[in-house]
């Protein structure tokens, strides 16, 4: 097999070179070439193995019929096995390697089972395992073993990166095939004003023509339907899609695979589409598969389907070997063979017809080409490669008469006829009719809302697949344009595939399902045994099981049955037909509707870690947060005061990954954020951060957060996690509509960065120590923030406070996340830097007095929380008017305070606050919003809103929690707890 590629034509952009691999192997490859053509022009002969006797295998065809070569794709998440090389798009980067084999597709240790090929017949397992034995516990026993060596390629057990999506749609008409019976049928239709759906399983359109000489009359066709599917905006044109199935009340399942083609899909786009088609007519112009020959040796690399070395020679400009031997028994044959000719191969063609049509016969002669009428190939010889084939003179059963000749060769192309592609239609009517002049089941031409058209029902010439076409999609019959050659597959037809020698016997071993390895001598065998029903010698044999479906099985294993059986072809039947038509994946199927996104959780890039490590998780807004570090033994109670002490004494660390964070740039950033804060930002140097407060329009508060000035027209923002998505909506709608002459663009990046809090007396020694960097008060200040190295990943590094210690907060990439924190946690010893949860956080934050969203719960003013300090007075801002409303400033409404809980059991939140003497009636004078025992302290602590309470620091009140049953007293105090000068922060 000397495959190589030719120095012009074809249908591949030579401009465009792409890097492609093949089991590590550098492989050249052109735009426009598949996998499968880029693998035979480097002359690669082994391509794959089967699965039973691992014998090696190479490309049997150019389509969805390949039934040898099946790859990996791809590696890591998105590794994707059993894919048909025919069917893959190169694209830059492409990875791909070899299944089924080991060490290597060369030298595959697997091919052992052929030397035991007598004892692994139809079946073997049942009898082997089972039968001589009572019971089942070998049976058992063995099962297992059995398993693990069934299958082909390996799954993938990590999670699928990609997305899929889900669209319904409704058309007048949908045509199945773009070849051009289909195209005919959508320009009819298109042009009497129906909405249209064409649906075509190759990355173009042409179905056939696409496999004529570039350049030739067909081109102009294709190209002057191409511009008129543009101007038809009522007919849409869906390429690499897949419609796989039919079902009742018209309705079609399509795969439409978007992205399939490229590495990765590109961001915000799905890898599939499936799509749920409603359709009032269906015209199916699904072609027909050419039919395989069955002689000894027929799966030896080299053996292929003529139609599949034309498509390779005129559509990838690669011609499949330099000597061939052209096997057939139909008119089909001879173009190909008279192309291959002409580009420059020594071509013999072994006609099983002792009658040849003298206008082919006169072609081929022209063309350099020997024909022998009344032969046929008998066995292919060669074990990695085809070297010659045993050409034998045959009856018009296929049995040989005579002494046959052994001619060199490279390649042998066979030609058994074609099967029609009708898995639609049945999948619909049940079994199609048999047609004996054309060898093959063929649908009904109109039942129902079905209209098939082309090869799919035997159309003798393209001219009438045409004329087809154009009626099935209301037109006259009429569509010019096209003149077809003399060499319909069905005219003149030989009904036979099955070459033997006169005797009936193979001198070797001959093959029907070249992925299962079923040999004719299973079919056999099945016979013998008294499986005479299709279906059971399917699924004895496991013909027509395999990736394929039978695509080119399963005619010839039916022809072998009712050769057996002494009955025609429609009294033997077919199998079933049954969605899907190729493979669907099940991502396509599912779309969205799996997994967490069922109810959307976020995780944090350092989530892993956390689950690692024994981390209680817990729900905060959309995120799946670390909620305490449990050592053996400890509750929550215990788990988070052990953790927030240990960030007094030492430090500690905390993913604050998930809190919001958008990127606000453009030269009018900083008027901007001038607006939405209530705090002026326009004066903020390049290198500072400030926190800032934003409110409603209603003037109650929205959220807060701090925001760092970036460059002269970049600002990083941050927010609270459970407003992140709000804050960013709320901007948008802000510009989009009252500020739409503000220059601004705003981003969500919160995806981008991971972020972790580093805080406690020792964090500023860990920071230094792992970043070489200067991190004193005089360099970096509070509230300023620097550019740093941890771990060999560019950071950024914030200081600013949540837990009033000393503290940092560090950006990082977030792919860079684990690093980073894995890289922490690593620190000497000495510093005693341990991992604290939201809860740890929690108390912190509680003890200092900061507000959170228990706080900031929509009810909220600035004077409200002790921030009205933060309102500038010389600049408008969001809620700037609405919040100086009488009823905002009531002096009787309930302000922030702290709660010192009298005994030793902590308040709840929720509980309603009264006077010490007052009734406990109504809704009290306030609430408590967030509760924590404070190891600080040695004492539970809460945050309430209290009427008048800055007024009311050291008095005592209730507290009452009237669901739980629960009745404490309080000591009114600042809120404030622990170091109200801020001495540790700042420190």
């Known amino acids: 097999m000397t495959a190589r590629r030719l120095p012009s034509g074809g249908r591949i952009d030579r401009s465009r070179k792409v890097r492609v691999q093949f089991d590590g192997r550098p492989l050249p490859a052109y735009a426009g070439d598949t996998l499968a053509s880029a693998l035979l022009a480097s002359g690669q002969k082994i391509l794959g193995r089967s699965f039973k006797y691992h014998r090696p295998r190479g490309l049997v065809a150019a389509g969805v019929e390949e039934t040898n070569v099946l790859v990996h794709l791809r590696d890591r998440d998105r590794h994707e096995p059993n894919t048909q090389a025919t069917m893959v798009e190169v694209f830059e980067g492409l990875t791909s390697t070899s299944q089924n084999a080991w060490p290597s597709l060369r030298f ?7 030397l035991m090929s007598r004892f692994f017949g139809a079946g073997f397992y049942y009898k082997t395992f089972i039968g001589p034995f009572s019971g089942t516990k070998f049976w058992m026993f063995c099962e297992g073993f059995i398993r693990k060596a069934a299958g082909m390629g390996r799954a993938k057990v990590l999670a699928d990166p990609d997305h899929y999506e889900k669209i319904n749609a409704f058309c007048d008409v949908l045509v199945v095939g773009a070849g051009p019976a289909g195209i005919a049928a959508a320009l009819a239709a298109g042009r009497k004003g129906d909405s249209v759906i064409l649906v075509e399983q190759d990355c173009a359109i042409g179905g056939s023509l696409l496999s004529e000489p570039a ?20 007919v849409r044109v869906l390429t690499r899609t897949t419609a796989f199935g039919a079902y009742d009340c018209d309705v079609f399942g399509l795969v439409e695979r978007v992205q399939d083609h490229l590495l990765a899909p590109e961001q915000g786009r799905p890898r599939q589409r499936y799509w749920v088609v409603r359709t009032k007519r269906a015209v199916l112009a699904t072609g027909a598969i050419e039919r395989p020959m069955v002689f000894a040796g027929n799966d030896v690399p080299g053996v292929m389907l003529t139609s599949a070395v034309r498509s390779y020679l005129n559509r990838y400009a690669v011609l499949a070997g330099e000597r061939i031997v052209v096997a057939t028994n139909n008119d089909s044959a001879y173009t190909a063979a008279i192309e291959l000719a002409n580009s420059g191969a020594i071509v013999t063609i072994c006609d099983m017809r002792n009658e040849i049509p003298a206008q082919l016969g006169q072609e081929a002669k022209r063309a350099g080409i020997v024909v022998w009428p009344g032969h046929a190939v008998l066995k292919a010889e060669g074990g990695k490669r085809v070297k010659a084939a045993q050409v034998v003179p045959v009856r018009r059963d296929g049995k040989a008469i005579g002494r046959g000749v052994r001619v060199d060769c490279d390649i042998v192309t066979v030609s058994g006829g074609w099967t029609p592609t009708l898995h639609l239609w049945t999948q619909r009517f049940g079994n199609p009719q048999y047609d004996k002049d054309l060898d093959a089941f063929v649908p009904t031409p109109e039942k129902g809302a079905f209209t098939c058209v082309g090869s799919l029902i035997g159309s003798p010439s393209l001219r009438e697949a045409l004329a087809q076409g154009d009626r099935a999609g209301g037109g006259t019959g009429e569509e010019p344009g096209l003149f077809g050659r003399s060499d319909f597959w069905g005219r003149n037809l030989l009904p036979v595939a099955i070459i033997t020698k006169a005797d009936g016997s193979i001198p070797g071993k001959a093959f029907v399902d070249f992925q299962h390895d079923v040999k004719l001598a299973d079919i056999d ?3 013998l045994e008294g499986y005479v029903s299709v279906e059971h010698l399917k699924r004895y044999t496991t013909s027509g099981m395999a990736a394929d479906q039978g695509k080119t099985s ?12 002494g009955l025609t072809m429609s009294s033997v039947g077919t199998t079933t037909f049954r969605p899907p038509y190729t493979p669907v994946t099940i991502g396509a199927i599912v779309g969205h509707d799996h997994g967490l996104n069922f109810r959307p959780t976020r995780l944090s890039t350092i989530h892993g870690w956390h689950e690692e490590n024994g981390a209680e998780m817990i729900d905060a807004g959309a995120w799946l947060r670390p909620w ?13 005061v052990r953790e927030a002490a240990h960030v007094r004494r030492h430090v500690g660390i905390v993913d604050v990954s998930t809190l919001g964070k958008i990127i606000v740039q453009g030269p009018d950033a900083a008027e901007f954020l001038n607006r939405v804060y209530v705090n002026g930002f326009k004066t903020l140097p390049i290198g500072r951060l400030r926190y800032g407060v934003m409110l409603r329009e209603d003037g109650f508060v929205f959220d807060d957060g701090a925001t760092a000035r970036l460059g002269e027209c970049e600002y990083f923002m941050t927010t609270t996690t459970a407003n992140a998505a709000k804050v960013l909506a709320n901007a948008e709608y802000l510009l989009q509509t009252t500020w739409r002459d503000l220059r601004v663009h705003v981003t ?13 007396p020792k964090s500023r020694s860990v920071l230094s120590d792992l970043t070489g960097t200067d ?27 949540y837990s009033g210690e000393l503290a940092y907060e560090l950006y ?20 005693q830097l341990k991992p604290y949860g939201v809860e740890a956080m929690g108390a912190l934050r509680i003890e200092k007095g900061h507000i959170a969203g228990s706080e900031i719960d929509g009810r909220t003013t600035l004077k409200d929380l002790g921030l009205e300090g933060f309102a500038s007075g010389k600049k408008p801002f969001v809620g700037s008017v609405l919040r100086k409303r009488p009823v905002l400033l009531d002096a009787m409404r309930p302000s922030l305070v702290g709660l010192e809980i009298a005994g030793d059991i902590g308040a709840r939140a929720g509980s309603l606050l009264y006077g010490l003497n007052a009734p406990t009636k109504g809704h009290g004078e306030g609430w408590v919003s967030a509760v924590t025992y404070s190891p600080s302290l040695k004492k539970n602590i809460a945050l309430a809103l209290l009427s008048r309470g800055p007024q009311r620091f050291g008095e005592t009140i209730q507290v009452i929690d009237f669901v739980g049953n629960q009745r404490l007293e309080a000591k009114v105090v600042s809120h404030h707890f622990f170091d109200p000068e801020g001495r540790r922060q700042n420190g």
């Open 554 to 565: 399963n005619l010839n294993a039916l022809a072998r049955m009712a050769e057996l059986r």
């Open 215 to 234: 350049d030739s009359p067909p081109d102009a066709w294709l190209a002057k339907a191409e511009f008129e599917f543009k101007d038809l905006p009522n």
């Open 525 to 527: 065998q099945a016979h």
């Open 775 to 801: 991190l004193g008060n005089d360099t970096l200040p509070n509230n300023h923030f620097t550019h740093v190295k941890i771990a060999g990943v560019a950071c950024r590094l914030h200081r600013m406070s």
């Open 108 to 114: 595959d240790l697997g091919a052992v089972n052929g």
């Open 748 to 760: 969500s990046v919160t995806d981008q960065w991971a972020a972790i809090a580093i805080a406690g």
């Open 628 to 640: 305490y570090y449990p050592t053996k033994g400890e509750d929550i109670n215990d788990a988070y």
């Open 812 to 831: 990082a990439p977030a792919k860079r996340g684990r690093t980073i924190w894995e890289t922490l946690i690593a620190v000497d010893a000495s510093y």
